[in-house]
């Protein structure tokens, strides 16, 4: 990590309420990782891409792309999605998961323990969730979801700034950070610890019962918990000051870009037909009670508007 010259402790110099958002990120209070993501975004703190000429690919990224569906044989369309990704990027390299290939693979790099969670989301989305963030923190590379189709290459996405990791970020209600597209190098401390934020909300769901829904359990509101928790995790035992927060962010190579920027390279919202069944996660509001050990009353603090607002 970048050192920085000023000390801060305990976000002391940070003014209020962004203080306190901090303080909540610290102990993963969802709320506030919520609330803190468009502050951060809106006042600047956290580093945008820039739109600008474009740049060679990071060059500390695999040139990789990697895609999940549940069974072996995707239906037609999004076959179709699939070659149409693979036809814009020749220059990458191609790999396709299924839930069999998806299982072996965590077992090999993460052990029983942590095969037994994928084992236990009931829902393909939510093992396509938890498989896509283990790959690429041993692998690195792309990811990109299987019902998203190709407008242009990927590298018309990488402009203007060197990043480690990118996440895509929607302006809504509740601002999220998407996971439908990643970019990322091996090993990157923080995908780690969003990886390991999904992990414990698993187990939460095991422990306890309870039970949002798939976008906050392992998608975006995983995403969104586990990057501001890191980021004030980081910015406090780094003692970073509150005028340095970008530049320390931008130096570790984090970077955030407008999902209405990637969508002018990927269509993240094609219709398929798919969607119109029970595979879409959307429809999947109920926890198999089998899957689940006992029940009492739930710790993890609810954003009720994730309900609401379920991205469509």
């Known amino acids: ?22 303080i909540g990120a610290l102990c993963g209070h969802q709320d506030a990782c ?10 600047s703190l956290f580093p945008v891409l820039s739109r600008c000429v474009p740049q060679e690919f990071p060059r500390n990224i695999p040139k990789h ?5 549940d069974s072996p044989e995707p239906p037609e369309d999004v076959q179709a999605a699939m070659k149409g990704i693979r036809n814009d990027n020749p220059a990458f390299s191609y ?7 998806a299982r072996a ?36 590379g792309v990811y990109i979801d299987a019902d998203v189709t190709s407008r242009a290459p990927l590298t018309d996405i990488t402009r203007g700034t060197h990043f480690r990791t990118l996440l895509p970020y929607s302006v809504g209600e509740p601002w999220c950070l998407d996971n439908d597209v990643l970019i990322q190098e091996a090993g990157n401390p923080l995908m780690q610890h969003i990886m390991e934020t999904m992990f414990q909300r698993v187990r939460h769901i095991l422990e306890t019962g309870y039970f949002e829904n798939v976008w906050v359990s392992t ?16 910015l406090k035992n780094q003692k970073v000051p509150f005028h340095e927060i970008s530049q320390f962010l931008m130096a570790a190579g984090i970077a955030f870009v407008a999902h209405r920027q990637v969508e002018q390279t990927l269509d993240t919202c094609s219709h398929f037909a798919y969607q119109s069944t029970n595979a879409n996660w959307r429809k999947f509001m ?15 603090i609810s954003c009720t508007a994730c309900i609401r607002t379920l991205r469509s």
């Not at 052990?111 to 690195?140: E, N, Q």
């Open 65 to 69: 792309i990697a895609q999940f569906w």
């Open 286 to 300: 109920k926890w198999p009670d089998s899957n689940i050990h006992h029940r009492s009353a739930p710790v993890i």
């Open 105 to 140: 693979f965590i077992h090999d790099h993460y052990g029983a323990s942590i095969t037994a969670l994928y084992d236990v989301c009931p829902h393909p989305a939510m093992r396509s969730d938890f498989w896509r963030l283990c790959y690429l923190h041993v692998k690195g």
């Open 34 to 43: 919520f609330a803190l993501l468009p502050i951060g975004l809106e006042q």
């Open 1 to 22: 990590m970048p050192r920085v010259s000023v000390v801060s402790r305990e976000f002391n110099d940070y003014p209020e309420p962004i203080r306190n958002l901090f």
């Open 95 to 101: 790999h396709l998961e299924c839930d069999a290939s």
């Open 219 to 234: 998608g975006p509101g995983a995403m969104v918990v586990g990057t501001m928790s890191w980021i004030a995790h980081t």
